[in-house]
């Protein structure tokens, strides 16, 4: 606040003294717009990141160049404008002749040995920064010193002997190798910096090089006598630019939110002030000595800011969003580029991303997530920026979207029949959404149901194959398992038991007979062995007798039992949909036989006119299907019943029991295995039940 007020202080020092009577109107307008300039880059890094050297080292400077340029401009007031107007005018002219060294030093020595972290590259760098320290007090001193007695307009040393020369040469020559030392640090930072810090290094190296050439040229003929004050100006123009774009494109202290506001109440102060310059200072020379001043010019100035700051303060947001966040998008031209995308994208899942993309240059988001429906979880499909750690699944529950974490503005993706996926994005902090955000986020949720249903039904179709092997995996491990541990060990008896009747036919006859009977009935336990389990993978009754036969036959082997409805005149049906029907009611069954606590199962079958349905009771605890960790009997019933294009519903509540219901479209009934050889060369196809 203090070097805003001295900047605005001195920029009025600098329209009333006269062109002659100073440092000049062009060096104090500049000086203060530096200073500003200076305080507030210095401001910002501060208030992010207190632990920073860098801010107050530039809050420091941008200080210490409004005050050199006040004291100068106020001098020039006081003892040659308006001579003995104001008190103090020798005491500023002394203070403005030394105080540029506070800038400068710490220009040339601490920025570039402590750019951008506020630290020296490493520790063999700390004694440079205490000899700049020490240099800085030497410097301060001595200017002090030679800077008695001066007078504007020059505040310009006198050096009058040897020791003057000297005072002075001795710690300009030890500033001269200590810039020299910290540029040199600044370039082994440079060399092992990568990423951002090295893009951040090359902004800062460019600034410098370029302010001390325009220094450089001033001393090469035909430029003519330098300007100390105009090297000043050009010394320190880029630091504030420098940091500025490193802060801002490169995201140096990530604040880009107070670099908007800041940059947004810079422009209304500047716009204020020109307007009461202009009309008090500007009119008012011109008609003053005729009307007599008085409150008529600032009631006018205050009147035109009144009236322009509304469209001020919209444009001043403008730029700065342009600042900040570069051109982004309006959303229309969002939606049009998202359209393109869709039309022009080989794979609809390479769409997500762009819409990830998209939103985040339209809306200048901290990042965008996008998540898809597959089965009853929301699974993260793309986020922006692409390095961004993935987002969490999310759990949806009665088809409705889960609640996210305060700050995300989020929309789902649905059609009329489901939840499809959801879109959010998270604005940096202090920046909170705005309206515009959130209709843009609603608009192209609208607009990508169709995409996220394809890409929700590819990753339906994906875990449906995985599910698919996975289960496949699973049951060739169960018969391996079941032939190891059942019909295998019945044919090794078998084996043993054959050889021990070999050797009784030789020594024991008597005995063979008892033995041979034995084997019998351990031959047919084998054989019935191997039945049960050829009735696990296929039985042969289904592909033989149909559906109601098989289920029947599988109901008499059932210890508890089962009630069951299951209509004779339903016949027969594709071989495929009776084997979906038929393995989805024995995992039913199995199920209620599980689950259901001694509850005795319902079993009922049902069919029309293109139309098959089986319905699985059970008066047990129940369950809630909504529930995570279900298992995979459900989720395989509902494979099977979808491959042939059925449905598969659960109704189910704690305390109520449970009903699992499928219902299957009928196709054309095929010959069956165990009918080809019945029904000739040409089987004519019926529809429905046969």
Avoid at 518 to 545: C, H, M, N, W, Y
Avoid at 563 to 568: C, Q, R
Avoid at 625 to 646: F, T
Wanted: with cysteine; hydrophobic share 50%; proline share 8%.
């Amino acid at each position: 606040m203090s070097t805003v007020t001295l900047a605005a202080a001195n920029a009025m020092l600098a329209v009333l003294n006269r062109p002659d009577d100073g440092p000049g109107m062009g060096y104090g307008l500049g000086a203060s717009l530096m200073a500003v300039a200076f305080a507030a880059v210095g401001a910002l890094v501060a208030a992010r990141s207190p632990g920073n050297p860098m801010g107050w080292l530039l809050g420091g400077m941008g200080l210490a160049l409004a005050a050199t340029s006040f004291c100068q401009g106020y001098a020039a007031y006081a003892l040659i404008t308006r001579p003995g107007s104001l008190p103090g005018g020798e005491v500023a002219g002394w203070a403005g002749s030394w105080l540029w060294v506070l800038v400068v030093v710490p220009a040339g020595t601490f920025l570039p040995l402590l750019f951008p972290d506020g630290r020296p590259p490493s520790a063999r760098w700390r004694p440079v920064a205490w000899l700049a320290a020490a240099d800085l007090v030497v410097v301060v001193v001595c200017a002090a010193v030679l800077a008695t007695g001066f007078a504007p307009p020059a505040f310009e040393p006198a050096l009058t002997g040897l020791a003057d020369h000297l005072l002075l040469a001795v710690p300009a020559a030890a500033f001269c190798a200590l810039a020299l030392a910290s540029a040199a640090a600044s370039l082994v930072r440079y060399s092992r910096a990568g990423g951002e810090e090295r893009q951040q290094l090359k902004w800062f190296g460019f600034s410098v090089t370029v302010a001390a050439a325009a220094v450089v040229v001033q001393f090469v003929p035909p430029t003519g006598r330098p300007d100390w004050r105009a090297s000043l100006l050009v010394l320190t123009a880029g630091i504030p630019v420098a940091m500025g774009v490193a802060i801002v494109k490169y995201r140096l202290y990530d604040i880009d939110a107070v670099i908007h506001r800041t940059f947004s109440y810079t422009v209304l102060a500047g716009f204020i002030t020109a307007v009461y310059l202009a009309v008090v200072v500007g009119v008012g020379s011109a008609v003053g000595a005729r009307t007599g001043g008085g409150m008529l010019l600032p009631l006018v100035a205050t009147a035109i800011a009144a009236l322009g700051f509304s469209g001020v303060r919209t444009r001043a947001q403008r730029l700065a969003d342009r600042l900040v966040h570069g051109a982004r998008a309006t959303p229309y031209e969002t939606l049009s580029r998202l359209s393109e995308r869709l039309a022009t994208t080989s794979s609809i899942e390479e769409f997500l991303p762009s819409l990830a993309r998209a939103l985040a240059e339209a809306t200048g988001a901290l990042r965008t997530d996008v998540w898809v429906r597959v089965g009853g979880r929301l699974e993260p499909a793309a986020s922006h920026p692409p390095a961004a750690e993935p987002a969490a699944p999310l759990d949806v529950v009665e088809d409705a979207l889960p609640r996210l974490p305060p700050g995300h503005t989020v929309a789902e993706v649905r059609t009329h029949e489901a939840l499809l996926g959801a879109i959010a994005l998270t604005k940096p902090p202090g920046e909170p959404p705005t309206a515009t955000d959130a209709k843009l986020v609603a608009d192209l949720a609208a607009h990508a149901a169709i995409a996220f249903r394809d890409v929700a039904r590819a990753a339906e179709l994906r875990e449906s194959r995985r599910r698919i092997v996975t289960a496949q995996d699973a049951e060739r491990r169960r018969l391996e398992r079941d032939l190891h541990d059942g019909a295998q060990q019945n044919l090794v008896a078998l084996a043993l038991k054959l050889r021990l009747a070999r050797q009784l036919l030789d020594t024991e006859p008597a005995h063979v007979g008892p033995l041979l009977e034995q084997l019998g009935a351990e031959a047919e336990s084998a054989l019935e062995t191997v039945r049960d389990l050829a009735r696990g993978v296929f039985p042969a009754i289904l592909a033989d007798k149909g559906l109601v036969p098989a289920l029947r036959a599988h109901l008499a082997k059932l210890p508890a039992g089962a009630e069951a409805d299951l209509p004779s005149s339903l016949g027969r049906f594709a071989p495929e949909i009776e084997a979906a029907v038929y393995f989805c009611c024995l995992e039913a069954l199995q199920n209620a036989a599980k689950h259901a606590g001694g509850s005795v199962p319902l079993l009922r079958l049902a069919g029309g006119e293109g139309w098959l349905e089986f319905t699985v009771r059970d008066s047990g605890p129940g369950f809630d299907p909504r529930s995570p960790g279900q298992g995979s009997g459900l989720r395989n019933m509902k494979d099977r019943l979808e491959a042939v294009g059925g449905v598969l519903t659960v109704s189910s509540a704690p305390g109520r029991g449970a009903t699992v219901q499928g219902s299957v479209r009928l196709l054309p009934c095929r010959p069956h295995p165990g009918e080809m050889d019945s029904m000739g060369d040409e089987p004519s196809p019926a529809p429905g039940a046969g």
